[in-house]
């Protein structure tokens, strides 16, 4: 009696000792989860603060396109000043050189006019020159005999030197007229020859100041595309930074609800898989819901969802049954989307994913004693299978 009562002491004891360890280990398992939850926090923080200064970089550097692109915009209304006057300087320009041509055309009229009267001056005269040479001894006579006294003898003659010294003072005048305007025709042109000079000088300011004024208008545009694209990536970063902030919160809460889970993790023990009594349809739900998170994972990856279901289950923390813990709110997503409904109903679940199911539920776990898995977010550490971290 003594021996079996030693016995029965000596198995409570191991019992003990046994509920212990396990008791350590959910401990040390929860706070390794805890603390891969803070770390990845901390992580997801200080990634926020960064993604505040790069906010702050791309804003600075919109201010200072901003800067640049007003600046050339002052430019663009100086330039087209510039263009303008420019413009109303060539419109005097044609309108002095219409001036001067008209006042060419009058003197080049005048000019005519005062040859042809000079060359039938010029005409008269000879004619009466040589009237006068030819006749002159006919006229002499006539004057001499002609002539009622020496006093009208003097007369006459007289008047004769008197209308050659006027055809000598007209012929004079009108070869003076001449070169008068042609003079003034020749300034004329020499002035015309200036305005058409500046002119062409004021039309090569006028293609200069248009060029800039085209150049400075591409500079601008160029401006405002890069702005545009500053402000999309200012947006872009606006957003990453509200789903970081998100992500922030989601980890907090997660956080604290691992640390609640660690609490009550460290006064609860674990089942042995050995003690589980699986009902009917466990294999086919834990299969549907591993085709469900990992259909496209290896292997591996399927083997790693079914041992965290039974992990829960093993865990006094979780629910006890394969029902409870896949139907738990808000832990397994195909449970509350429907899709784990549609995958039961045409049972979805490939031989892998049955194969899987049945090493968990023997007790195989390629992930330790993991409760958790999710897809990967900057700072959060566990073990990587496929395209899960499990923690």
Not at 11 to 38: D, F, K, N, V, W
Not at 62 to 69: D, T, V
Not at 142 to 149: A, E
């Amino acid at each position: 009696m003594n021996a079996i009562r030693h016995n029965k002491a000596a198995a409570r004891l191991i019992s003990c000792l046994c509920c212990l360890l396990l008791s350590l280990g959910m401990i040390g398992r929860s706070a390794q989860a805890t603390e891969a939850t803070r770390q990845a926090l901390e992580e997801a923080r200080e990634q926020h603060e960064q993604s505040k200064d790069e906010l702050s970089e791309q804003e600075d550097s919109i201010n200072q396109l901003n800067a640049e692109r007003d600046s050339l915009v002052g430019q663009l209304s100086n330039l087209n000043t510039q263009l303008t006057e420019v413009s109303e300087t060539l419109q005097m320009i044609e309108d002095q050189i219409t001036n001067k041509e008209s006042e060419i055309n009058i003197s080049q009229a005048e000019l005519e006019e005062a040859v042809r009267i000079r060359d039938q001056q010029y005409a008269a005269m000879k004619k009466r020159v040589q009237f006068i040479y030819e006749k002159k001894d006919v006229l002499f006579y006539d004057i001499l005999f002609g002539s009622r006294s020496f006093a009208d003898f003097l007369n006459q003659n007289y008047y004769i030197g008197q209308l050659s010294a006027y055809d000598r003072r007209m012929l004079d005048l009108y070869i003076e007229n001449g070169q008068r305007i042609e003079e003034k025709k020749a300034q004329l042109e020499k002035d015309m020859d200036l305005l058409m000079d500046y002119r062409s000088r004021q039309e090569a300011e006028q293609d200069r100041v248009s060029g800039l004024m085209s150049e400075t208008s591409g500079s601008i545009s160029g401006y405002e595309g890069q702005i545009s694209e500053a402000e999309e990536a200012a947006d872009r970063i606006e957003e990453r930074l509200r789903q970081e902030e998100s992500d922030i919160k989601a980890l907090e809460a997660k956080l604290a609800e691992e640390i609640r889970i660690a609490e009550l993790a460290r006064k609860s023990a674990w089942t042995d898989v050995s003690h589980i009594r699986f009902a009917e349809g466990d294999r086919y739900l834990l299969a549907n819901i591993i085709f469900c998170e990992a259909g496209a994972e290896p292997y591996d990856g399927k083997v790693a969802v079914g041992a965290v279901v039974i992990n829960r289950v093993r865990s006094e923390v979780f629910p006890n049954t394969v029902v409870g813990v896949i139907y738990q709110s808000h832990q397994f997503t195909p449970a509350s989307t429907g899709r784990l409904a549609l995958a039961l109903a045409e049972n979805r679940a490939t031989e892998d994913c049955y194969r899987a199911a049945d090493e968990a539920m023997k007790g195989y776990t390629n992930v330790g004693n993991c409760v958790y898995f999710r897809t990967p977010i900057p700072g959060l550490s566990g073990i990587n299978i496929g395209g899960h971290v499990f923690y």
